[in-house]
């Protein structure tokens, strides 16, 4: 069984910077891609970054890319989100996650079966 946990939210002024983290266990063959999603208050949930586990390749979002970095340690089971000059529309909800999706849905969510709790992020301007 697939577990993830994410860490890292917290609360930050515009133009700061935070890290997610989410630790991963169970990995299986239908998990190379991990991603990075959110959820605003009444908005769905969007994919923000993702990265395949083989050849790092990534994918972002256009309104975090030059912004986020997406990056994996398999040593420690860890995938990051480095958030940098965070904007009050950052806010939402975070969530980790894991599937197999093709490369050109690396960042729908319905592509990824395995999900984190969450961690928040709040920006205030």
């Known amino acids: 069984q697939v577990q993830l946990v994410e860490s890292g939210g917290g609360s930050v002024q515009a133009g700061g910077s935070l890290r997610l983290s989410c630790a991963g266990s169970g990995y299986t063959g239908s998990t190379d891609w991990m991603g990075w999603f959110r959820q605003a208050p009444g908005k769905e949930r969007e994919g923000v970054a993702s990265?395949?586990?083989?050849?790092?390749?990534?994918y972002y979002a256009d309104s975090v890319k030059g912004r986020f970095t997406i990056s994996q340690d398999n040593a420690k089971n860890t995938v990051y989100l480095q958030m940098n000059s965070l904007k009050p529309e950052d806010t939402a909800m975070y969530y980790c996650?894991?599937?197999?999706?093709?490369?050109?849905?690396?960042?729908?969510?319905?592509?990824?079966?395995?999900w984190g709790q969450g961690t928040q992020v709040t920006v205030s301007s």
């Open positions: 990265i395949y586990s083989g050849t790092r390749l990534t």
């Open positions: 996650a894991a599937g197999s999706p093709p490369d050109n849905y690396a960042l729908n969510r319905d592509y990824y079966n395995y």
